[in-house]
C-alpha cells in the first residue's frame, strides 16, 4: 500500500490519481457513506485525510479481490464481521470462476483447432474409426476447398464438441446407410417409392450430423456422389452403379418436393 502520510487535504481529483478509481466511483463512495472525505474547505468542497486513503485504498483493494460495496462496508466497519471467513469464501468464488475460465480457454483452444484442422482426431483415431480407406489428409484438404463457407464453420463448431465415440456412433449409422441402400438397389428400389424416399431423408438425416443440409443441398451431393471419382468409387465399390441410382433416387425425392434437381443450387 502507497505511503498516505502527509496527504490530509486531498482533492477528489487528486484522490482519483493516487488511488486508481474514476472521480464519479468517489463520489458515489461518498453519497453511499462507504468513503466519505473527513475535511471541508471554508468554500465547502469536500478533502481527503491520509486515513480517507487509506481506506480508499482498502476498498479498491476489496473491490478488486470480488467483494460487492456492501461487503466491503461490513468488512470494515463491522466488528462482529469475521474477515478471514469472507475472504475465504471470496477466494471460493474466484477459485471457481479461475476453473470456468480454463475450462473456456480449453474450449476455445479445440474452437480453434476445430477451425483449422476440420476432425479433431489423431490419424490412428481416424483409421479406427472411419476404416483404412479413410485419407487423414482429406479433413485439411477440405479447408482449403471450403474453410470460408457457412458450411465448414457449422462443422467446426460440430466438430469442437465432439468425442470420437460420437464420431464413432456417426461412422456407424454412415455404415448402416450404405448397406441399407446396397439391399435396397438389390430389392430393386425405384426412384420416387416410399422406400426410396424413406432412404433418401435417412441420408440427409445421418449427413446432417456434419453440417445442416437442405433438400437442394442434397441434390448438389448426389450429383458429385456420382461425378466425383472418389465418392462414385466408393459407393460402386458397394454395388456397381450405385453411385448413379443413388443420385436419381435423391433427384426423384426432390421432384416431389417441388425441387428441379437440374437447377438446384448449394442453398
Known sequence: MPDVADTDGLTVGQVSTRVGVTVRALHHWDEIGLARPSLRTPAGYRLYTAADLERLHRIVVYRELGL???????????????????????????????????QLSAGLDRMIDAHE????????????????????????????????????RQYAERSASRSPEEWQAIAD??????????????????????EADQLVELHREIFSS??????????????RFEADPEFAAHYDSIRPGLATWFRQLIDAHAVAHGIDPDTATWQ
Not at 481416424?126 to 463457407?149: C, F, H, K, M, V
Not at 456434419?210 to 450429383?223: D, E, H, K, N, S
Open 210 to 223: 456434419y453440417f445442416p443440409i437442405t433438400r437442394q443441398m442434397q441434390v448438389c451431393l448426389g450429383r
Open 173 to 194: 449409422l454412415v455404415a448402416g446407410l450404405d448397406g441399407d441402400l446396397a439391399k435396397a438397389m438389390d430389392a430393386g428400389v425405384t426412384p420416387g417409392s416410399p
Open 68 to 102: 460487492g460495496l456492501d461487503r466491503i462496508r461490513a468488512v470494515l466497519d463491522d466488528s462482529a464481521e469475521d474477515v478471514p471467513a469472507a475472504l475465504r469464501a471470496q477466494r471460493s468464488q474466484i477459485a471457481e470462476r479461475i476453473d470456468r475460465l480454463q
Open 117 to 152: 484442422r476440420g476432425l479433431l482426431l489423431t490419424a490412428e483415431q481416424q483409421a479406427a474409426i472411419l476404416g483404412p480407406q479413410w485419407n487423414p489428409d482429406w479433413p485439411s484438404e477440405a479447408r482449403r476447398r471450403y474453410g470460408d463457407t457457412t458450411q465448414w
